[in-house]
């Protein structure tokens, strides 16, 4: 590999300081909730339980991983555009990004079965691969399309992801992350959207119905919980409170591939210490999922400090774009 100095001719990564900031901070906020689910799933919790404190039921299961699904399928959207401009052959570049994303989701599995990196590689390339040839509006209806199918046919959270992967690189390609915390009007309707449609599904929920519906239902309920938590969090990005929460998940969310595998490298070791496999203390976990986000985000702030991206982030870029690229703004320049 040869080290280069990103010209906007040359096939490189988007700079760090023309990234989203409200991408970054949901992103953060999306690992946030993910890890509370997967410390008791990959520990085995769930089993010898028999089900999930109702915090957790509610609040937690199902409602965060649509959110990362979406915000990849946006971030993938991103890239190529990008790639476009500055590749003869973007999707070639799109296709190692997959290849490495696949690569690191092998890994992980060995310690964290279920995770998740695995099927957005194969997703990317058996559906998203195809759907960027569409574009706008089309891409748009593509999406929502395979999001509803994923909900009628009800084989779980995992169901999801092609839909919300199209769905979201539409989003990227009609240039709405752009204008995420712009409209507040749009924003509460769609909220309002969201409360009375995952309200519908809890009462129906309630009812218990055939299992079958009640899976589709539950589907439907993640969604609206998924969308409901998307809108207060970027109307939390128009308050004052936006300057604390973009400290904190900012660089999570920027370190998101980072954070996500080492949570695992952390959680998986020390919960085995802690004789957490296959328990149901779950008070311990959660203590245990506060600890590793508050060292995440601290260390996320201090790395970025003197590095341009995460380590993983860099790995993942120098992998795509088959070059050494710099992880120091002061590499660019004396290489420039």
Do not use: K
Not at 221 to 249: H, I, N
């Amino acid at each position: 590999m040869t080290t280069i100095s990103e010209p906007e001719t040359v096939a490189a990564p988007v700079r760090p300081d023309r990234r989203i900031a409200a991408l970054d901070d949901l992103r953060g906020f999306a690992l946030c909730g993910i890890i509370f689910i997967n410390i008791p799933q990959t520990l085995e919790m769930f089993d010898y339980a028999g089900q999930l404190p109702d915090v957790l039921r509610v609040f937690f299961l199902g409602r965060f991983y649509p959110i990362f699904y979406l915000l990849f399928g946006i971030g993938f959207g991103i890239f190529l555009r990008s790639a476009r401009r500055r590749s003869p052959r973007p999707r070639t570049l799109f296709l190692r990004r997959f290849a490495a994303l696949g690569f690191a989701g092998a890994l992980l599995h060995l310690i964290q079965p279920g995770e998740v990196l695995l099927p957005f590689a194969v997703t990317g390339v058996l559906v998203l691969l195809p759907f960027s040839y569409l574009e706008g509006r089309a891409l748009l209806t593509a999406g929502g399309v395979l999001t509803v199918l994923g909900v009628l046919v009800g084989v779980g959270g995992l169901g999801l992801l092609p839909g919300l992967f199209v769905l979201g690189f539409a989003l990227a390609d009609l240039d709405v992350p752009a204008r995420l915390t712009r409209s507040a009007g749009a924003l509460v309707a769609i909220g309002a959207a969201a409360v009375v449609t995952g309200s519908l599904a809890w009462t129906l929920i309630a009812m218990e119905l055939h299992d079958i519906v009640q899976i589709r239902l539950g589907l439907m309920f993640s969604l609206s919980m998924a969308t409901g938590y998307v809108v207060l969090f970027l109307l939390a990005l128009r308050t004052p409170a936006v300057a604390a929460l973009s400290w904190v998940l900012g660089p999570m969310g920027r370190m998101a591939l980072t954070n996500y595998m080492t949570a695992a490298m952390l959680f998986v070791p020390i919960g085995a210490a802690m004789d957490l496999r296959g328990s149901s203390d779950w008070t311990t976990a959660a203590l245990l999922g506060l600890g590793i986000l508050a060292a995440q985000a601290l260390f996320s702030n201090l790395w970025l400090r003197g590095f341009r991206y995460g380590p993983l982030e860099w790995a993942w870029r120098c992998v795509t774009y088959w070059r050494w690229l710099p992880i120091r703004d002061r590499e660019e320049h004396s290489t420039a």
